[in-house]
């Protein structure tokens, strides 16, 4: 089956620095990435949707500015959680579709648990 | 406004019984409804989905039935495992619009007891 890689699986970082997380499809192409945010024992929550080569379109209450998405190639996506606070200390999961007919399946990848000091 | 409706909240099922997760959805432009495996720690894994032109499918010991008047689904679980003890989402998509999101329901805890 498709697999999604995600890295790293788990950060833990000081209070104002910025984090990046990678996404990769290891064997489609993905022409649509998505980035959810998992709290406890609670659902996942989309954060943000992108499309390679385009700019991403967040969810509302979704700062774009704090949580940047790069889609650079058909295989790769990255959240950057930039100034993170602990507040952001959570589970955060990409998911990727791949393009043509599977396009409603949505992979995910095994998340980046994210602590933040 | 909670599009998809999971329930139970939690589930504990002796091994070997049948485990059943319902959903209901609202929006009637749905068109997919996978439903998702996820086990602690880990990313959600697709299961089983299914299309609005069936009223069953199965794979293995999981099978989604769907409704599609009372604009519900739900997953059951044959001969339920200590393995299957998990999070179980179900979720909905509308397909012909390009790339539009999933809608997922609140999750069930499955606990298979031994």
């Known amino acids: 089956g498709a697999v999604v890689s995600q890295h790293p699986s788990r950060v833990i970082c000081k209070s104002g620095t910025s984090v990046k997380i990678e996404c990769r499809s290891l064997?489609?192409?993905?022409?649509?990435m998505f980035w959810y945010r998992q709290f406890p024992k609670k659902s996942l929550m989309l954060m943000a949707t992108?499309?390679?080569?385009?700019?991403?379109?967040?969810e509302q209450g979704v700062e774009k500015d704090k949580f940047l998405i790069n889609h650079a190639s058909l295989t790769l996506s990255t959240l950057t959680v930039t100034s993170a606070h602990p507040e952001d200390s959570s589970f955060y999961i990409c998911?990727?579709?791949?393009?043509?007919?599977?396009?409603?399946?949505?992979?995910f990848g095994a998340g980046t648990r994210l602590s933040v000091l | 406004q909670q599009q998809v409706k999971q329930s139970p909240q939690s589930l504990i099922v002796q091994k070997g019984g049948i485990s059943i997760i319902n959903c209901a959805y609202e929006?009637?432009?749905?068109?997919?409804f996978p439903w998702y495996q996820q086990f602690p720690g880990k990313g959600p894994a697709l299961l089983i989905a299914?299309?609005?032109?069936?009223s069953e499918k199965k794979e293995g010991r999981f099978t989604i039935s769907f409704n599609k008047s009372a604009k519900q689904f739900s997953l059951h679980i044959m001969d339920s495992q200590p393995g299957d003890s998990a999070t179980y989402f179900c979720?909905?998509?509308?397909?012909?619009?390009?790339?539009?999101?999933?809608?997922f329901g609140k999750g069930t805890m499955l606990l298979v007891s031994p």
């Open positions: 998911s990727a579709s791949p393009a043509g007919t599977h396009k409603n399946i949505q992979y």
């Open positions: 064997d489609f192409q993905a022409t649509t």
């Open positions: 992108s499309n390679e080569g385009s700019k991403a379109t967040y």
């Open positions: 929006n009637t432009a749905f068109d997919y």
């Open positions: 299914i299309r609005p032109d069936v």
């Open positions: 979720a909905a998509k509308i397909s012909s619009s390009g790339y539009s999101t999933l809608t």
